[in-house]
Nanobody
Framework: QPQLVESGGGLVQPGGSLRLSCVTS????????IGWFRQAPGKEREGVSC????????SYADSVKGRFTISRDIDKNTVFLQMNSLKPEDTAVYYC????????????????????WGRGTRVTVSS
């Protein structure tokens, strides 16, 4: 059974950093991409970043460009999201997701194109 497990969330002060991890398992056919999403209370789920597995292309939402970096460790089946210069508006539950059956790179930020999801890790940015 395919699984994604996020970790690394927590409470951090504005300007601080966190590194989120997404460990994948059970993906016997692999995946096209791993995306990071976030959902704040009362808001829709928002695409944050994506790593395209076949060509290594990375994508970012405008709101996090220059502050967040997505990377992968293939040997550990893990995707990381390094988050620097955190702001209170980054507060949300962060999810990772895998696109397995189809891939539309220009729609990487749309939750509907991902097939498997983790349960999320909470990030709170507050002083």
């Amino acid at each position: 059974q395919p699984q994604l497990v996020e970790s690394g969330g927590g409470l951090v002060q504005p300007g601080g950093s966190l590194r989120l991890s997404c460990v994948t398992s059970g993906f016997t056919r692999g995946y096209y991409a791993i995306g990071w999403f976030r959902q704040a209370p009362g808001k829709e789920r928002e695409g944050v970043s994506c790593f395209s597995w076949t060509d290594g292309v990375t994508s970012y939402a405008d709101s996090v460009k220059g502050r967040f970096t997505i990377s992968r460790d293939i040997d550990k089946n893990t995707v990381f999201l390094q988050m620097n210069s955190l702001k209170p508006e980054d507060t949300a539950v962060y999810y990772c997701a895998a696109a397995v059956y189809n891939w539309y790179s220009t729609s990487w930020y749309q939750a509907r194109i991902y097939d498997y999801w983790g349960r999320g890790t909470r990030v709170t940015v507050s002083s």
